[in-house]
């Protein structure tokens, strides 16, 4: 039992590390992307739909290294179900759960009060990405009926992607495209009080003070020095340093010292976007390394799980990896209903799942072709991904979506959930 529960608790906390490394790797590209002068489209919709997606990247390529190619499927259309079903679908359901009007009440279940008059508002410039995503699962449903995703396949869904970004950057020249992370940081500072942030200090930090403590004591840190037989010490060794370096992080944004009297430096992520350039690029860089290597340890751990279990690996990646790896996208798509910004939510979750599907799929296609794509726990997530996302298209005829339709998508990642262990 308590190998069990040590690999459990280790998949935790690597998936902790993944996520928590990928929000740190998002605040400093921002930063350095500001330096820069980049657009503010590539800073806003494309940074941040590719840096929730960076877990199910990395995570996807250390399975590809490892010898598991099989768990790439599962992982990247399992996290597109858990995209849509509960980050979209408890998104919409979050318009009427976090409504609060100016004398400071909250409403619940009322349409009259709720954000957008009850329904999620779709805009023309949401139309290219719901379709571009529709068409993503449908071609790679299409792509693996033969069971196997080939460099060749690699090479189409390149090209995809790259046709996909040449067709934002004619709309975003039409139209200038706000930065989603800078409203979001700004709605922040505007109504976050110092108090909500001292308390928001102390969870983040404790919880990564706690993780820390825990990896270093029995039964964690035998199982973690097990799994360095197979991954080598430089795993362990980059794995730990990267909790580290998240605390770190962590005690900096929020440190009294690190705060200025201007009003973007209240923001935690502003504050670790704002060191100097060359400081920024190293710890870019060391952020890329501690994820590659929690992704490395997601793997193993997942493994270990899954035949302390007698459970198929498949399904594990497709159910507590994928959600795990999704969180990012689904608790920006809550704060950005909360903050509401809720006409954010569609661009972002589907950005996200436009990459995780042409650029993964080729990215570990590439590396090598991936066998069994369309068999077992794969070929479930494959068809809950297109039975999640194609009633969405029907959306783009009406403009919007109602509570029904929020409902309805999260009770079918529940019945998905439902067909993997069923």
Known sequence: MSSVVADILLLIISIYAIVRSSDSLVDLASGLGN???????????????????????????????????????????????????????????????????????????TKT?????????????????????????????????????????????????????????????????????????????????????????????????????????????????????????????????????????????????????????????????SVPSWIGVILLGLSIVVLYFSGVIVVHALQALAGDLGIASGILAASALAIGTSLPDIVVALNVVRRGRHELLVGHIFHSNIFDVFLIMAICGSITPLQDVASGPANTSILAAVALTLPLLWTLRSKRLTLFGGIGLFVGFLVFLGLLYG
């Open 35 to 109: 330096k820069a002068r980049l657009n503010d489209y590539f800073i806003g919709s494309f940074l941040i739909g590719i840096g929730t997606s960076l877990p199910e990247l990395f995570t996807s390529i250390a399975a590809v290294d490892s010898g598991n190619p099989t768990l790439v499927t599962p992982t990247v259309f399992g996290t597109i179900a858990a995209n849509i079903g509960a980050g979209f679908g408890l998104g919409v359901l979050a318009l009427y759960f976090f409504v609060q009007t100016g004398n400071d009440r909250f409403y619940v279940f």
């Open 113 to 273: 009060h709720a954000l957008s008059q009850g329904h999620l508002t779709f805009g023309k410039k949401n139309a290219g990405p719901v379709c571009f995503a529709a068409a993503s699962v449908l071609l790679t449903w299409l792509v693996c009926l033969d069971n196997v995703f080939s460099r060749t396949d690699a090479l189409l869904f390149f090209g995809c992607y790259a046709a996909f970004i040449f067709m934002e950057l004619r709309r975003s020249r039409r139209q200038r495209i706000s930065s989603a992370e800078s409203i979001m940081q700004q709605s922040n500072e505007q109504t976050v009080s110092s108090r909500s942030r001292r308390r928001e200090a102390g969870l983040k930090i404790g919880l990564s003070a706690v993780v820390l403590f825990l990896i270093f004591i029995p039964p964690l840190w035998p199982t973690l020095q097990e799994m360095s037989r197979d991954t080598g010490d430089i795993a362990r060794f980059c794995f730990i340093g990267g909790l580290v370096l998240l605390f770190i992080l962590q005690v900096w944004s929020y440190a009294p010292w690190s705060q200025s009297r201007s009003v973007s430096s209240n923001s935690p992520a502003a504050r670790i976007a």
